[in-house]
């Protein structure tokens, strides 16, 4: 009888750490529908400033992406806020040498909205230089240069940490390059700030600022980690590809 009970409290224990392990385990059976598994940009616009520009936005959070008469002359751009998209054009021209500097304009949810975007006769250093977005007033960009054999994957997730303290974390991947950028804002505020560069390994994300630790995993669409920061405060992210 006495075996018979311990028997029991053992198969317990370990159905209950079984189940414990499940709901643990972050779910990584999200995929992105939309998200283009090969590059859109052209090798003709490698070191040009037309070609395919994209990124993430913090402020709510969200993705843009900029189209510079990469395959033809259409010029334009798409802004994703909160599960809101929209589609903005430029009026100005790509001339061949030079920097592309132009105001995309749209509607989001009704209300007009205008970026402007502005990149080097290279194809270097793209940024947003104002944007005016009624409900995002403080939204910021990060934007990187796709080229035909680098696709950028742009991730939208949170942190949180021991601290106590969340916000938002949102991420860009060009895994052909083994490197990755992200960028965080906390809960309640209105600045965004890096949240680390590094590097790709074994689809691990590396940060060279927390001593080469592996702050994250990719498994597939997903992004999912844990790790001690260096002040020793437990920092959890997760994310989940847009773009």
């Given at each position: 009888?006495?075996?018979?009970?311990?028997?029991?409290?053992?198969?317990?224990?370990?159905?209950?750490?079984?189940?414990?392990?499940?709901?643990?385990?972050?779910?990584?059976?999200?995929?992105?529908?939309?998200?283009?598994?090969?590059?859109?940009?052209?090798?003709?616009?490698?070191?040009?400033?037309?070609?395919?520009?994209?990124?993430?936005?913090?402020?709510?959070?969200?993705?843009?992406?900029?189209?510079?008469?990469?395959?033809?002359?259409?010029?334009?751009?798409?802004?994703?806020?909160?599960?809101?998209?929209?589609?903005?054009?430029?009026?100005?021209?790509?001339?061949?040498?030079?920097?592309?500097?132009?105001?995309?304009?749209?509607?989001?949810?009704?209300?007009?909205?205008?970026?402007?975007?502005?990149?080097?006769?290279?194809?270097?250093?793209?940024?947003?230089?104002?944007?005016?977005?009624?409900?995002?007033?403080?939204?910021?960009?990060?934007?990187?240069?796709?080229?035909?054999?680098?696709?950028?994957?742009?991730?939208?997730?949170?942190?949180?940490?021991?601290?106590?303290?969340?916000?938002?974390?949102?991420?860009?991947?060009?895994?052909?390059?083994?490197?990755?950028?992200?960028?965080?804002?906390?809960?309640?505020?209105?600045?965004?700030?890096?949240?680390?560069?590094?590097?790709?390994?074994?689809?691990?994300?590396?940060?060279?600022?927390?001593?080469?630790?592996?702050?994250?995993?990719?498994?597939?669409?997903?992004?999912?980690?844990?790790?001690?920061?260096?002040?020793?405060?437990t920092v959890t992210l997760t994310g989940k590809r847009t773009l």
């Amino acid at each position: 009888m006495k075996k018979l009970k311990f028997l029991a409290i053992v198969l317990a224990i370990t159905f209950f750490s079984a189940c414990k392990k499940d709901e643990d385990a972050p779910d990584n059976s999200y995929t992105c529908a939309t998200c283009k598994t090969t590059p859109d940009a052209l090798a003709a616009n490698n070191s040009s400033s037309k070609g395919v520009y994209k990124g993430v936005v913090i402020g709510s959070t969200g993705t843009i992406s900029f189209d510079i008469a990469n395959n033809g002359t259409a010029i334009t751009a798409t802004l994703t806020l909160d599960g809101v998209t929209a589609t903005l054009t430029s009026t100005v021209a790509w001339v061949s040498g030079q920097p592309y500097v132009a105001a995309f304009t749209g509607t989001l949810s009704g209300q007009a909205v205008s970026i402007t975007f502005s990149v080097s006769a290279t194809g270097g250093t793209p940024v947003v230089t104002t944007s005016n977005i009624p409900g995002h007033t403080s939204a910021s960009f990060n934007i990187i240069k796709e080229t035909s054999g680098g696709l950028v994957e742009c991730f939208e997730g949170t942190y949180s940490t021991t601290l106590p303290e969340t916000g938002t974390f949102n991420i860009i991947l060009v895994r052909s390059l083994s490197t990755w950028l992200g960028v965080a804002r906390k809960t309640g505020t209105t600045t965004s700030g890096s949240a680390g560069t590094g590097s790709i390994s074994n689809n691990n994300l590396v940060d060279p600022s927390q001593n080469n630790k592996t702050i994250a995993t990719i498994t597939g669409d997903n992004i999912n980690g844990s790790f001690a920061d260096n002040n020793g405060k437990t920092v959890t992210l997760t994310g989940k590809r847009t773009l």
